[in-house]
Protein backbone atom coordinates (compact mmCIF):
# COMPACT_ATOMS: atom_id res chain seq x y z
CA UNK A 1 0.00 0.00 0.00
CA UNK A 2 1.26 3.49 -0.53
CA UNK A 3 1.20 6.06 2.64
CA UNK A 4 -0.62 9.03 2.77
CA UNK A 5 1.49 10.80 4.47
CA UNK A 6 5.46 11.01 4.83
CA UNK A 7 6.66 8.28 7.16
CA UNK A 8 9.44 9.14 9.20
CA UNK A 9 11.61 6.10 10.29
CA UNK A 10 14.40 6.39 13.00
CA UNK A 11 16.50 3.12 14.05
CA UNK A 12 19.25 4.06 16.75
CA UNK A 13 22.96 2.94 15.97
CA UNK A 14 22.23 -0.79 17.71
CA UNK A 15 24.86 -3.73 17.72
CA UNK A 16 22.85 -7.01 17.89
CA UNK A 17 24.27 -10.23 18.90
CA UNK A 18 24.89 -13.00 21.25
CA UNK A 19 27.56 -11.72 23.74
CA UNK A 20 27.03 -7.70 21.77
CA UNK A 21 27.64 -6.21 25.34
CA UNK A 22 31.06 -7.14 25.41
CA UNK A 23 31.37 -4.43 22.63
CA UNK A 24 29.87 -1.81 25.19
CA UNK A 25 33.52 -0.22 26.11
CA UNK A 26 34.11 0.68 22.51
CA UNK A 27 30.94 1.77 21.80
CA UNK A 28 31.21 4.17 24.99
CA UNK A 29 34.78 5.65 23.99
CA UNK A 30 33.24 7.02 20.75
CA UNK A 31 30.90 9.23 23.29
CA UNK A 32 33.94 10.61 25.28
CA UNK A 33 32.22 10.33 28.28
CA UNK A 34 33.74 12.01 31.36
CA UNK A 35 31.39 10.49 33.68
CA UNK A 36 29.10 7.35 33.29
CA UNK A 37 26.10 6.18 35.14
CA UNK A 38 24.23 2.90 34.97
CA UNK A 39 20.38 2.58 35.15
CA UNK A 40 18.45 0.13 36.20
CA UNK A 41 16.22 -1.92 38.66
CA UNK A 42 17.00 -4.02 42.13
CA UNK A 43 15.91 -7.34 40.08
CA UNK A 44 18.78 -6.68 37.30
CA UNK A 45 20.77 -5.92 39.52
CA UNK A 46 20.20 -9.21 41.86
CA UNK A 47 20.78 -10.62 38.71
CA UNK A 48 24.42 -10.22 37.97
CA UNK A 49 23.42 -8.52 34.67
CA UNK A 50 25.43 -5.30 35.87
CA UNK A 51 28.42 -7.09 36.26
CA UNK A 52 28.14 -7.67 32.45
CA UNK A 53 27.69 -4.62 32.13
CA UNK A 54 30.49 -3.25 34.09
CA UNK A 55 33.35 -5.72 32.17
CA UNK A 56 33.59 -4.38 29.44
CA UNK A 57 33.68 -0.31 30.32
CA UNK A 58 36.24 -1.25 32.97
CA UNK A 59 38.40 -3.00 30.65
CA UNK A 60 37.88 -0.26 28.48
CA UNK A 61 39.27 2.16 31.17
CA UNK A 62 35.83 3.71 32.45
CA UNK A 63 34.26 3.74 35.43
CA UNK A 64 30.63 3.54 36.12
CA UNK A 65 28.37 4.27 39.00
CA UNK A 66 24.87 2.29 39.60
CA UNK A 67 21.76 3.79 40.09
CA UNK A 68 19.33 0.62 41.01
CA UNK A 69 16.20 2.00 42.03
CA UNK A 70 13.80 1.63 38.84
CA UNK A 71 10.14 1.05 39.51
CA UNK A 72 7.02 -0.34 37.33
CA UNK A 73 5.64 2.01 35.15
CA UNK A 74 8.36 5.20 35.39
CA UNK A 75 7.18 6.57 39.10
CA UNK A 76 7.73 10.39 38.68
CA UNK A 77 9.58 10.14 42.39
CA UNK A 78 12.53 8.44 40.92
CA UNK A 79 12.43 10.15 38.34
CA UNK A 80 13.18 13.34 39.75
CA UNK A 81 15.41 11.84 42.29
CA UNK A 82 17.37 10.35 39.44
CA UNK A 83 17.24 13.58 37.66
CA UNK A 84 18.93 15.14 40.59
CA UNK A 85 21.48 12.68 40.73
CA UNK A 86 22.17 13.34 37.10
CA UNK A 87 22.64 16.61 37.94
CA UNK A 88 24.54 17.23 41.08
CA UNK A 89 27.04 14.42 40.57
CA UNK A 90 27.62 15.87 36.44
CA UNK A 91 26.73 12.10 34.69
CA UNK A 92 27.00 12.85 30.91
CA UNK A 93 26.72 9.45 29.93
CA UNK A 94 23.70 6.99 30.70
CA UNK A 95 23.12 3.40 30.32
CA UNK A 96 19.65 2.15 30.96
CA UNK A 97 19.79 -1.73 31.71
CA UNK A 98 16.59 -3.22 31.87
CA UNK A 99 12.96 -3.56 31.01
CA UNK A 100 10.99 -1.20 29.40
CA UNK A 101 10.04 1.08 32.38
CA UNK A 102 14.19 1.41 33.20
CA UNK A 103 14.63 2.31 29.91
CA UNK A 104 11.75 5.16 29.87
CA UNK A 105 12.99 6.19 33.38
CA UNK A 106 16.54 7.24 31.68
CA UNK A 107 14.43 8.71 29.35
CA UNK A 108 12.55 10.99 30.82
CA UNK A 109 15.87 11.93 33.64
CA UNK A 110 17.52 12.52 30.90
CA UNK A 111 15.62 15.29 29.24
CA UNK A 112 14.45 16.51 32.43
CA UNK A 113 18.67 16.82 33.58
CA UNK A 114 19.36 18.49 30.30
CA UNK A 115 17.28 21.47 30.87
CA UNK A 116 16.08 22.92 34.37
CA UNK A 117 13.29 24.90 33.57
CA UNK A 118 11.44 21.45 32.30
CA UNK A 119 9.28 19.80 34.39
CA UNK A 120 7.73 16.43 34.49
CA UNK A 121 3.96 18.78 33.45
CA UNK A 122 6.24 19.84 30.65
CA UNK A 123 6.73 16.40 29.29
CA UNK A 124 3.44 15.16 29.42
CA UNK A 125 1.70 18.45 27.85
CA UNK A 126 3.83 18.22 25.14
CA UNK A 127 6.71 20.96 25.66
CA UNK A 128 9.04 21.35 22.88
CA UNK A 129 12.40 19.24 24.43
CA UNK A 130 15.85 20.98 23.24
CA UNK A 131 18.53 18.31 24.75
CA UNK A 132 18.60 15.35 26.75
CA UNK A 133 22.01 13.95 28.42
CA UNK A 134 23.33 10.88 26.39
CA UNK A 135 22.18 7.66 26.94
CA UNK A 136 23.04 3.99 25.61
CA UNK A 137 20.16 1.48 26.05
CA UNK A 138 20.66 -2.33 26.90
CA UNK A 139 17.36 -4.30 27.13
CA UNK A 140 17.13 -7.02 29.53
CA UNK A 141 13.99 -8.09 28.21
CA UNK A 142 11.96 -9.17 24.70
CA UNK A 143 9.06 -7.12 24.91
CA UNK A 144 8.45 -3.25 25.03
CA UNK A 145 10.96 -2.55 22.03
CA UNK A 146 11.51 0.87 23.97
CA UNK A 147 15.20 0.80 22.51
CA UNK A 148 13.95 1.60 19.57
CA UNK A 149 10.96 4.61 20.26
CA UNK A 150 10.58 8.29 20.91
CA UNK A 151 7.86 7.57 23.72
CA UNK A 152 8.07 6.84 27.28
CA UNK A 153 6.04 6.51 29.82
CA UNK A 154 5.74 7.77 33.40
CA UNK A 155 3.54 7.11 36.47
CA UNK A 156 2.83 10.74 38.21
CA UNK A 157 2.63 9.12 41.64
CA UNK A 158 3.04 12.19 43.48
CA UNK A 159 -0.54 13.25 41.72
CA UNK A 160 -3.17 11.18 40.03
CA UNK A 161 -1.19 7.72 39.89
CA UNK A 162 -2.34 8.10 36.27
CA UNK A 163 0.80 6.78 33.73
CA UNK A 164 1.32 9.21 30.94
CA UNK A 165 2.68 8.76 27.55
CA UNK A 166 4.97 11.43 26.04
CA UNK A 167 7.12 11.78 22.67
CA UNK A 168 10.06 13.41 21.54
CA UNK A 169 12.96 12.40 19.47
CA UNK A 170 15.42 13.36 22.35
CA UNK A 171 13.93 9.91 23.46
CA UNK A 172 15.85 8.15 21.13
CA UNK A 173 18.91 6.45 22.89
CA UNK A 174 22.08 7.40 21.20
CA UNK A 175 23.22 3.73 20.78
CA UNK A 176 21.49 0.37 21.62
CA UNK A 177 23.18 -3.32 22.42
CA UNK A 178 20.68 -6.01 22.04
CA UNK A 179 22.02 -9.00 23.09
CA UNK A 180 19.89 -11.98 24.07
CA UNK A 181 22.97 -13.39 26.92
CA UNK A 182 21.34 -10.74 28.79
CA UNK A 183 17.72 -12.59 28.24
CA UNK A 184 18.63 -15.75 28.69
CA UNK A 185 17.92 -16.48 32.40
CA UNK A 186 14.67 -14.32 32.25
CA UNK A 187 12.12 -16.97 34.30
CA UNK A 188 9.20 -18.74 32.03
CA UNK A 189 6.31 -15.73 33.05
CA UNK A 190 7.95 -13.07 32.19
CA UNK A 191 9.80 -14.54 28.84
CA UNK A 192 5.77 -14.97 28.08
CA UNK A 193 4.27 -11.57 29.32
CA UNK A 194 6.81 -9.47 26.95
CA UNK A 195 6.81 -11.99 24.82
CA UNK A 196 2.92 -11.41 24.10
CA UNK A 197 3.61 -7.10 24.21
CA UNK A 198 5.91 -7.82 21.40
CA UNK A 199 3.39 -9.70 19.86
CA UNK A 200 0.62 -6.91 20.14
CA UNK A 201 2.62 -4.43 19.12
CA UNK A 202 3.23 -6.47 15.68
CA UNK A 203 -0.44 -7.17 15.48
CA UNK A 204 -1.76 -4.07 16.01
CA UNK A 205 0.58 -1.96 14.08
CA UNK A 206 0.06 -4.41 11.29
CA UNK A 207 -3.77 -3.82 11.31
CA UNK A 208 -4.32 0.03 12.44
CA UNK A 209 -5.26 2.28 10.01
CA UNK A 210 -1.92 4.10 9.62
CA UNK A 211 -0.45 0.98 8.64
CA UNK A 212 2.15 1.23 5.56
CA UNK A 213 3.98 -0.89 3.52
CA UNK A 214 7.22 0.22 5.61
CA UNK A 215 5.29 -0.53 9.26
CA UNK A 216 3.97 -4.10 8.05
CA UNK A 217 8.29 -4.60 6.99
CA UNK A 218 8.68 -4.50 10.80
CA UNK A 219 5.72 -5.99 11.90
CA UNK A 220 5.19 -9.23 9.76
CA UNK A 221 8.97 -10.00 10.92
CA UNK A 222 8.08 -9.84 14.51
CA UNK A 223 4.87 -11.44 14.59
CA UNK A 224 6.79 -14.45 12.60
CA UNK A 225 9.97 -14.41 14.99
CA UNK A 226 7.28 -14.52 17.78
CA UNK A 227 5.46 -17.33 16.48
CA UNK A 228 8.46 -19.07 16.19
CA UNK A 229 10.46 -18.33 18.83
CA UNK A 230 8.19 -17.60 21.98
CA UNK A 231 7.11 -21.37 23.01
CA UNK A 232 10.71 -22.46 23.11
CA UNK A 233 12.11 -19.91 24.90
CA UNK A 234 9.33 -19.65 27.60
CA UNK A 235 9.67 -23.83 27.67
CA UNK A 236 13.69 -23.44 28.13
CA UNK A 237 14.96 -19.82 27.08
CA UNK A 238 18.80 -21.00 28.81
CA UNK A 239 19.20 -23.16 26.30
CA UNK A 240 17.53 -21.89 23.38
CA UNK A 241 19.61 -18.91 23.05
CA UNK A 242 18.73 -18.80 18.81
CA UNK A 243 14.82 -18.57 20.17
CA UNK A 244 16.21 -15.58 22.62
CA UNK A 245 18.04 -13.84 19.82
CA UNK A 246 14.87 -14.03 17.72
CA UNK A 247 12.34 -12.33 20.36
CA UNK A 248 14.84 -9.66 20.90
CA UNK A 249 15.01 -8.89 17.34
CA UNK A 250 11.13 -9.27 17.41
CA UNK A 251 10.51 -6.83 20.34
CA UNK A 252 12.92 -3.88 18.63
CA UNK A 253 11.24 -4.66 15.41
CA UNK A 254 7.57 -4.59 16.78
CA UNK A 255 8.02 -1.21 18.03
CA UNK A 256 9.44 0.05 14.89
CA UNK A 257 6.32 -0.92 13.25
CA UNK A 258 4.49 0.89 16.14
CA UNK A 259 6.47 3.69 16.15
CA UNK A 260 5.29 4.47 12.30
CA UNK A 261 1.73 3.17 12.31
CA UNK A 262 0.94 3.62 15.87
CA UNK A 263 -1.41 0.42 17.55
CA UNK A 264 -5.24 -0.59 17.92
CA UNK A 265 -7.53 -0.07 21.12
CA UNK A 266 -6.00 -3.06 23.28
CA UNK A 267 -3.03 -0.84 24.23
CA UNK A 268 -6.00 1.96 25.23
CA UNK A 269 -8.02 -0.46 26.99
CA UNK A 270 -5.10 -1.37 29.08
CA UNK A 271 -4.20 1.33 30.70
CA UNK A 272 -6.83 1.58 33.12
CA UNK A 273 -7.10 -1.87 33.13
CA UNK A 274 -4.07 -2.91 34.25
CA UNK A 275 -3.63 0.36 37.53
CA UNK A 276 -7.34 -2.09 38.33
CA UNK A 277 -5.77 -5.04 37.89
CA UNK A 278 -2.46 -4.79 39.50
CA UNK A 279 -0.95 -7.32 36.28
CA UNK A 280 1.73 -6.40 34.08
CA UNK A 281 1.52 -4.66 30.94
CA UNK A 282 1.82 -7.25 29.14
CA UNK A 283 -0.34 -9.70 30.77
CA UNK A 284 -2.90 -6.82 29.92
CA UNK A 285 -2.53 -6.75 26.37
CA UNK A 286 -2.38 -9.95 26.35
CA UNK A 287 -5.69 -10.63 27.73
CA UNK A 288 -7.63 -8.05 25.94
CA UNK A 289 -6.60 -8.56 22.55
CA UNK A 290 -7.98 -11.46 21.16
CA UNK A 291 -11.36 -9.65 21.93
CA UNK A 292 -9.92 -6.48 20.06
CA UNK A 293 -9.09 -8.48 17.67
CA UNK A 294 -12.44 -9.84 17.20
CA UNK A 295 -13.63 -6.48 17.37
CA UNK A 296 -11.45 -4.86 14.71
CA UNK A 297 -11.70 -8.12 12.14
CA UNK A 298 -14.37 -6.63 10.25
CA UNK A 299 -12.18 -3.32 9.07
CA UNK A 300 -9.33 -5.21 7.21
CA UNK A 301 -10.26 -9.52 7.24
CA UNK A 302 -6.93 -10.00 4.63
CA UNK A 303 -4.58 -8.78 6.97
CA UNK A 304 -5.79 -11.10 10.20
CA UNK A 305 -5.95 -13.56 7.62
CA UNK A 306 -2.40 -12.69 6.92
CA UNK A 307 -1.73 -12.87 10.46
CA UNK A 308 -3.33 -16.20 10.97
CA UNK A 309 -0.93 -17.41 8.71
CA UNK A 310 1.99 -16.03 10.11
CA UNK A 311 1.30 -17.60 13.24
CA UNK A 312 1.34 -20.79 11.82
CA UNK A 313 -2.45 -21.19 11.49
CA UNK A 314 -3.54 -23.46 8.40
CA UNK A 315 -6.31 -21.36 6.66
CA UNK A 316 -5.91 -22.62 3.05
CA UNK A 317 -9.70 -23.73 1.90
CA UNK A 318 -11.37 -21.20 4.20
CA UNK A 319 -13.54 -17.94 3.29
CA UNK A 320 -11.82 -14.91 4.10
CA UNK A 321 -13.57 -13.88 7.19
CA UNK A 322 -12.85 -17.36 8.75
CA UNK A 323 -9.17 -17.04 7.82
CA UNK A 324 -9.09 -14.13 9.49
CA UNK A 325 -11.41 -15.24 12.87
CA UNK A 326 -8.26 -17.87 13.17
CA UNK A 327 -5.73 -15.05 14.05
CA UNK A 328 -7.93 -15.16 17.49
CA UNK A 329 -7.59 -18.73 17.76
CA UNK A 330 -3.61 -18.61 17.45
CA UNK A 331 -3.18 -16.21 20.06
CA UNK A 332 -5.58 -17.69 22.46
CA UNK A 333 -3.82 -20.89 22.21
CA UNK A 334 -0.52 -18.74 23.16
CA UNK A 335 -2.12 -17.64 25.77
CA UNK A 336 -3.07 -21.23 26.82
CA UNK A 337 0.33 -22.58 26.39
CA UNK A 338 1.12 -20.12 28.60
CA UNK A 339 -1.17 -20.17 31.54
CA UNK A 340 -1.85 -16.78 31.16
CA UNK A 341 -5.11 -14.78 31.83
CA UNK A 342 -7.75 -14.52 29.26
CA UNK A 343 -10.59 -13.17 31.66
CA UNK A 344 -11.24 -10.53 33.47
CA UNK A 345 -12.75 -12.27 36.20
CA UNK A 346 -9.31 -14.02 36.64
CA UNK A 347 -7.97 -11.25 37.52
CA UNK A 348 -10.14 -9.53 39.72
CA UNK A 349 -12.21 -7.05 37.50
CA UNK A 350 -16.06 -7.26 38.45
CA UNK A 351 -19.09 -5.97 35.88
CA UNK A 352 -19.43 -3.44 38.24
CA UNK A 353 -15.79 -1.71 37.70
CA UNK A 354 -16.16 -1.70 33.97
CA UNK A 355 -18.16 1.56 33.63
CA UNK A 356 -15.20 3.11 35.56
CA UNK A 357 -12.52 1.74 33.24
CA UNK A 358 -14.61 2.97 30.11
CA UNK A 359 -15.45 6.33 31.52
CA UNK A 360 -11.41 6.60 32.06
CA UNK A 361 -10.69 5.26 28.44
CA UNK A 362 -12.77 7.73 26.65
CA UNK A 363 -11.32 11.00 28.80
CA UNK A 364 -8.38 10.39 28.49
CA UNK A 365 -7.46 8.24 25.13
CA UNK A 366 -10.42 8.74 22.70
CA UNK A 367 -7.83 10.79 20.54
CA UNK A 368 -5.22 8.14 19.89
CA UNK A 369 -8.26 5.71 19.60
CA UNK A 370 -9.99 7.62 16.72
CA UNK A 371 -6.02 8.06 15.68
CA UNK A 372 -4.79 4.40 15.03
CA UNK A 373 -7.42 2.47 15.55
CA UNK A 374 -9.27 0.83 12.31
CA UNK A 375 -12.08 0.66 13.48
CA UNK A 376 -14.34 3.96 15.54
CA UNK A 377 -14.77 2.53 19.32
CA UNK A 378 -17.67 4.17 21.00
CA UNK A 379 -18.08 4.36 24.69
CA UNK A 380 -20.53 1.11 24.29
CA UNK A 381 -18.33 -0.38 22.30
CA UNK A 382 -15.33 -0.15 24.59
CA UNK A 383 -18.04 -1.22 27.34
CA UNK A 384 -18.95 -4.62 24.97
CA UNK A 385 -15.42 -5.72 24.75
CA UNK A 386 -14.81 -5.36 28.55
CA UNK A 387 -17.72 -7.16 28.85
CA UNK A 388 -16.99 -9.91 26.58
CA UNK A 389 -13.56 -10.09 28.27
CA UNK A 390 -15.28 -11.19 31.64
Not at 44 to 65: C, H, N, R, W, Y
Not at 181 to 206: F, Q, R
Not at 338 to 351: D, I, N, R, W
Request: charged share 20%; net charge negative; with cysteine.
Amino acid sequence: MVSSEVLSVVVPQTLFGVGATGKLGELVRGFSPTKILIVTDPGVESAGLIDVVQTPLVAAGFKADVFARCGVEAPVTVIEELRQKIVSEKYDLLIGVGGGSTMDTTKAAGVLAADASLTVRDLIDGKPIGASIRKVMIPTTAGTGSEWSSAAVITLDTEDGRTYPYFTDKNYPDAVIIDPELTKNLPAKATAHTGMDALTHAIEAYTCCRASIVSDMFATTAIKLVAESLRPAFAKGGLNIEDRYNLSIAASAAMAAGSVAGVGVAHFLNVALGKKAQISHGSTVALLLPYVMEFNLVSNPAKFAEVATLLGEETCGLSLMDAARQSVVAVRRLLTDFGMPQTLSEVGVTEADIPELVDELMTYQSFPIAFMNPRDVSAKDATNIYLSAL
